[in-house]
């Protein structure tokens, strides 16, 4: 059965998992025996010439997910200690564009309305799933799953929540724009009683769990008959209900008093914070101007070189935990030399990588190597990302001057070569474009262009289909989860490439396809494993993509203000830390 494991809310075993989860990433460094992104004197490293496959320099970039603020430790905790009432004020960088779960393509949206909707289960912080809506679930065999679910769970429109509220729930998504969300899996669902609900997939399907955390579930009314429009307001059954939404200026929720969990020693029966308001604020700077004043209780988005000082700051905490974020290039496989693996693995190796965490991130964020996040331990460990570094992918402008030289001698094609790096107006992208940019033409075999577009713009330049046959190199940011899979098949299967998501350059090939349609059919994760470790290889010799730094997440709160507050891995789950009584997690606010 998947009820909730006891063990899970015991935060001394939670602590150990993660350690397990983490492997040796809790102590050693993605440059680890791989060195350090030492430069040849132009790019700010501090080592040599990079020697014969590593990234020259000593410095070691350890992967710490156990910060204070990172890891739920509720062991102490007393609901009688939580204090009740009060605003929460926290930030949002964008405007919320979407109310229905089905329309939601931003993260933005996602954040808002995560505390209106629920799913069946839900991740904790280190990716192990917990009922929420769901009483207790298991798996009848390999392609089908039970959910029983909680009895008595209201709508906040007062519609009991149904099996068929589930079932409706799944179906809408087909034809709307997050169809893939479902239908990649679903091959359709029973409902057994009032509530119990059997769904299906088509095929073994490994990321059931974490594609089924992820659908929000809605009442049947929100149907084409039915009296509730989610896309004027949102309706879920979750502990806050919609208030208002100012566009471009703020999105408010009040507390749900008629939220359906009954409390425990721990956590109270409602949420402890009454109303909840996030500000819609842009700009970074501003951001943190506003927590400095105590205008704010929460910023989510600080500058990197505004971490430190932060940090300093005795009037705020700062939570810190390695996230599923990272930023990565894109080749034009469909223009020549690109076409060249060889090449493509030389442009790679002149990659700065470590010069861009330090100069760029201000050290907040680790040099990425392999496509998965090392916050998946076993399917992405240190010792993957260094082997990567060594073989293919390390900083070694030495080696990559030397193969592109005999390229360019074969192809008959005259230095410098002329491209483009085209990327959206991301300040911290933009930076280290510009220093691969500088990478690439100290060779003296470059001449390299740079462009940056508004976002939309962007957008729609680097889906168009024939985006692969463009002499431009595309800088991108991706944020996978706490399935390997969500890091890798939307960018490298060739049924994802564009103008589908997100296979930018329109990669194919029938190795790589195999693999990750494999990863998605094995059950046992030792297995997979192994899978999604054998692929990191092998897009790493391909490299269609050149991967450039893990991010790490960054929560500010107010100390004095803000209790118990913890940062999530993931964006769209950021503001999980207020109320999730599913895994004994609360947070609250003093008043002073």
Known sequence: MGSQPTEDTDPSVRRRRLLGLLGSAGIAGVAGCAGGDGGDGGDGGDGGDGGDGGDGGDRDYSIEL??????????????????????????LSADVAQYDPIQQTDTTSVKATLHIYESLIRPDWVGEYHNVLAEEYEQVDDTTWEFTLREGVEFHNG??????????????????????????????????????????????????????????????????????????????????????????????????????????????????????????????????????????????????????DLEDNDEVDVA???????????????????????????????????????AVYDGTSIPAYGAISPMLGDYSPVELHEEIAEEWAGYNPERA????????????????????????????RVQWCELIQESMQSTELFDVSLDQFEWNTYLDRVNADDSHENNEIIALGWSGGWDPDSYVYDI??????????????????????????QGL?????????????????????????????????????????VQNWYAYPNDSYELLGLYAPYVDQVAWVEDE
């Open 320 to 358: 810190e935990v390695l996230g599923a974020g990272t930023d990565q290039f894109f080749y034009p496989l469909g223009v020549e030399p690109f076409d060249n693996k060889e090449f493509r693995q030389a442009i790679t190796q002149l990659i700065p990588r470590e010069s861009i965490v330090d």
């Open 66 to 91: 156990e910060s204070d603020l990172a890891n739920p430790d509720n062991s102490d905790l007393s609901a009688d200690d939580v204090s009740m009432g009060g605003e929460f004020v926290g930030t």
């Open 401 to 428: 001057t030397e193969t592109i030289e005999s390229i360019f001698e074969e192809e008959g094609i005259e230095a410098p070569f002329e491209t483009t790096i085209i990327t959206n107006d991301n300040p911290q």
């Open 521 to 561: 059919e094995q059950l046992e994760e030792e297995d997979r494993v192994e899978t999604y470790q054998e692929f990191q290889r092998f897009i790493a010799e391909e490299v269609p993509t050149a991967y450039i730094q893990f991010s790490y997440v960054y929560d500010v709160v107010r100390a004095d203000r």
């Open 159 to 308: 519609d009991e929540l149904t099996a068929e509220d589930v079932q409706f729930s799944l179906e809408r998504y087909e034809g709307a724009p997050n169809e893939a969300d479902v239908y990649t899996w679903y091959d359709g669902s029973e409902v057994v009683d009032e509530y119990t609900i059997e769904i299906s997939t088509d095929g073994a399907y490994a990321p059931f769990l974490t594609d089924i955390s992820g659908i929000s579930i809605v009442p049947s009314a929100a149907g084409e008959d039915g009296d509730v429009d989610l896309e004027e307001e949102p309706v879920g059954t979750g502990p806050y209900v919609f208030d208002e939404h100012e566009n471009d200026d703020m999105w408010r929720m009040q507390r749900n008093e008629d939220y359906w969990f009954e409390g425990s020693d721990t956590v109270p029966d409602t949420p402890p914070i009454e109303t909840v308001t996030l500000e819609i604020i842009v700009e970074s700077s501003s951001q943190v101007a506003a927590i400095e004043a105590g205008d704010v209780d929460m910023i989510n988005s600080p500058q990197p070189g505004s971490i430190s």
């Open 492 to 517: 490298f299967h060739t049924d994802q490439a564009s103008p589908a998501c997100c296979n930018t350059n329109s990669y194919s090939n029938e190795t790589a396809d195999e693999l990750l349609e």
